[in-house]
């Protein structure tokens, strides 16, 4: 394999690559380094915090809390509750940073996309993310029947009131809208017998799966145009034997690993190769073996989402953050905040992740994490109350990052390599006449002052 081919996979199906991982693979066939990608990522691990300080209230109902605990005590759980939520992104963020498998990462986070959820509840959510990774290269059918049944997707969209004397549809509509079919594929017929199919779907204070058969409309049904007593895994079994199912994941796909811009012929190919059994795995090995993949025009086009530009840096130079807290202030800033999708769309992506406020905010991320420059801490979107509390709040932004970027680490990798060996390593995309006549016009001291340089251009936004 070329080497920018090498880049150009790592990006699309990793973060990146370490300069050391590259060194080791760079002479080997694309077949070995495609089949190594998944024999690393074989290994489901899941995220597991300690949660032991929160045993007290685990799964109780907030009638139960209010039995056993004061106000003041209830409030003191939920912050510890919130707490560990945002842990849980600063884990998730670790994993991605430094997990051998990567691949099953970004497929998480790709999934994440997709299987759109949000839940402050750090017991059920955690178990949510790792249902995320613990599928993301399996079989997609399986997939969509656990997260159907996963507590966090049953109270997001409302399926736990969803019950046979009148029926909810928000988690039937939500299913074929935007996990499985798209707009336009479906009737509203289908969506109300789909409804009924999954009344009673709900779930022990374990979060485990339950069936409350006095809820169910164990009726007939007509549903694709097919009749019988179909329960929810019915009408998934149905949904799948749409091939739009599977045209319409693989457009995900096809957006989100190779090109933002579909080429129709290529979408029907991976299409059909994923329709014969959704096997997951077996889609993502036929796209990342294909000779198309690697064509020029599906390199250095992606506009990084803000998770991979952060993650990118941090596979350059390893960082440590004194306060775990401005992870939180970075993504917020730059519009995405893992556990906190923006709507049960999720992240649009693409050129949204760019406008005149993250453009520049994102091309001085490299200065304020690497060298500690003041950053001013408004989150995108927030707006402030009253006058009084924006004065305050305003005082308080000026603030520092507070890392430990590891320069001698970053500086043994990278001492062999001269500044336009370097570049080239660090930015795949086609630099711009003007970004190399500003770059030629730097008095470039060290390597790690061109590190920063070349994270700030433009072309770095790109993968």
Same mark, same amino acid.
């Given at each position: 394999?070329? /080497?920018? @081919?090498?880049q150009h996979l790592f990006w699309r199906a990793n973060f990146g690559i370490d300069f050391n991982e590259f060194e080791k693979i760079k002479r080997k066939s694309k077949y070995k380094i495609v089949q190594k990608l998944f024999s690393d990522s074989k290994e489901f691990i899941p995220i597991k915090l300690d949660l032991s300080e929160l045993s007290e209230v685990k799964?109780?109902?907030? /009638?139960?809390?209010?039995? $056993?605990?004061? @106000?003041?005590?209830i409030r003191k759980f939920r912050n510890k509750q919130q707490k560990k939520v945002n842990e849980l992104n600063y884990s998730w963020i670790d994993r991605l940073s430094g997990s051998n498998t990567l691949l099953r990462e970004k497929m998480t986070l790709f999934w994440?996309?997709?299987?759109?959820?949000?839940? +402050? $509840?750090?017991?059920f959510i955690e178990r949510y993310n790792n249902t995320l990774r613990k599928h993301a290269l399996g079989n997609f059918k399986a997939f969509v029947k656990a997260i159907a049944r996963e507590p966090s997707m049953s109270k997001y969209l409302n399926n736990k009131q969803n019950v046979k004397r009148k029926p909810n549809e928000n988690f039937a509509r939500e299913l074929m809208e935007l996990f499985t079919l798209g707009i336009g594929n479906y009737s509203e017929q289908d969506i109300k017998e789909s409804a009924r199919a999954f009344t009673g779907w709900s779930f022990k204070k374990n979060g485990d799966f339950n069936?409350? /058969?006095? !809820?169910? $409309?164990?009726?007939e049904k007509t549903f694709f145009g097919k009749t019988g007593t179909f329960n929810g895994d019915d009408i998934i079994d149905i949904i799948l034997e749409q091939k739009q199912c599977a045209r319409f994941i693989c457009t995900k796909v096809d957006k989100y690993f190779v090109n933002p811009i579909v080429d129709e012929k290529r979408l029907e190919e991976i299409t059909t190769v994923f329709y014969k059994n959704y096997d997951i795995e077996k889609l993502m090995k036929h796209i990342f073996k294909s000779n198309w993949f690697y064509?020029?025009?599906?390199?250095?086009? /992606?506009?990084k989402s803000p998770i991979e530009l952060l993650v990118g840096v941090h596979k350059i130079v390893p960082v440590v953050y004194k306060k775990k807290a401005?992870? +939180?202030?970075? !993504?917020k800033m730059m519009g995405q905040t893992l556990l906190y999708p923006e709507n049960v769309a999720g992240w649009k992506g693409g050129t949204n992740w760019i406008d005149? +406020?993250?453009l520049m905010f994102r091309m001085k991320l490299s200065a304020l994490i690497l060298n500690n420059a003041i950053i001013n801490l408004v989150e995108k979107g927030e707006f402030e109350d009253t006058f009084d509390k924006y004065y305050k709040n305003t005082k308080k932004r000026n603030k520092y990052i507070q890392t430990t970027p590891d320069w001698t680490a970053f500086n043994t990798k990278f001492k062999d390599l001269n500044d336009n060996e370097f570049m080239n390593f660090l930015i795949i995309s086609k630099i711009d006449k003007d970004t190399i006549k500003f770059l030629s016009s730097l008095e470039i001291k060290s390597k790690k002052e061109f590190c920063v340089q070349l994270m700030s251009i433009p072309e770095y936004q790109l993968c």
């Amino acid at each position: 394999m070329k /080497k920018i @081919e090498i880049q150009h996979l790592f990006w699309r199906a990793n973060f990146g690559i370490d300069f050391n991982e590259f060194e080791k693979i760079k002479r080997k066939s694309k077949y070995k380094i495609v089949q190594k990608l998944f024999s690393d990522s074989k290994e489901f691990i899941p995220i597991k915090l300690d949660l032991s300080e929160l045993s007290e209230v685990k799964f109780k109902s907030n /009638k139960e809390l209010k039995k $056993d605990f004061t @106000e003041i005590e209830i409030r003191k759980f939920r912050n510890k509750q919130q707490k560990k939520v945002n842990e849980l992104n600063y884990s998730w963020i670790d994993r991605l940073s430094g997990s051998n498998t990567l691949l099953r990462e970004k497929m998480t986070l790709f999934w994440a996309n997709v299987f759109v959820c949000r839940d +402050n $509840d750090i017991f059920f959510i955690e178990r949510y993310n790792n249902t995320l990774r613990k599928h993301a290269l399996g079989n997609f059918k399986a997939f969509v029947k656990a997260i159907a049944r996963e507590p966090s997707m049953s109270k997001y969209l409302n399926n736990k009131q969803n019950v046979k004397r009148k029926p909810n549809e928000n988690f039937a509509r939500e299913l074929m809208e935007l996990f499985t079919l798209g707009i336009g594929n479906y009737s509203e017929q289908d969506i109300k017998e789909s409804a009924r199919a999954f009344t009673g779907w709900s779930f022990k204070k374990n979060g485990d799966f339950n069936l409350k /058969k006095r !809820q169910h $409309d164990f009726d007939e049904k007509t549903f694709f145009g097919k009749t019988g007593t179909f329960n929810g895994d019915d009408i998934i079994d149905i949904i799948l034997e749409q091939k739009q199912c599977a045209r319409f994941i693989c457009t995900k796909v096809d957006k989100y690993f190779v090109n933002p811009i579909v080429d129709e012929k290529r979408l029907e190919e991976i299409t059909t190769v994923f329709y014969k059994n959704y096997d997951i795995e077996k889609l993502m090995k036929h796209i990342f073996k294909s000779n198309w993949f690697y064509e020029d025009k599906n390199i250095g086009v /992606k506009i990084k989402s803000p998770i991979e530009l952060l993650v990118g840096v941090h596979k350059i130079v390893p960082v440590v953050y004194k306060k775990k807290a401005r992870l +939180n202030y970075l !993504q917020k800033m730059m519009g995405q905040t893992l556990l906190y999708p923006e709507n049960v769309a999720g992240w649009k992506g693409g050129t949204n992740w760019i406008d005149s +406020n993250t453009l520049m905010f994102r091309m001085k991320l490299s200065a304020l994490i690497l060298n500690n420059a003041i950053i001013n801490l408004v989150e995108k979107g927030e707006f402030e109350d009253t006058f009084d509390k924006y004065y305050k709040n305003t005082k308080k932004r000026n603030k520092y990052i507070q890392t430990t970027p590891d320069w001698t680490a970053f500086n043994t990798k990278f001492k062999d390599l001269n500044d336009n060996e370097f570049m080239n390593f660090l930015i795949i995309s086609k630099i711009d006449k003007d970004t190399i006549k500003f770059l030629s016009s730097l008095e470039i001291k060290s390597k790690k002052e061109f590190c920063v340089q070349l994270m700030s251009i433009p072309e770095y936004q790109l993968c």
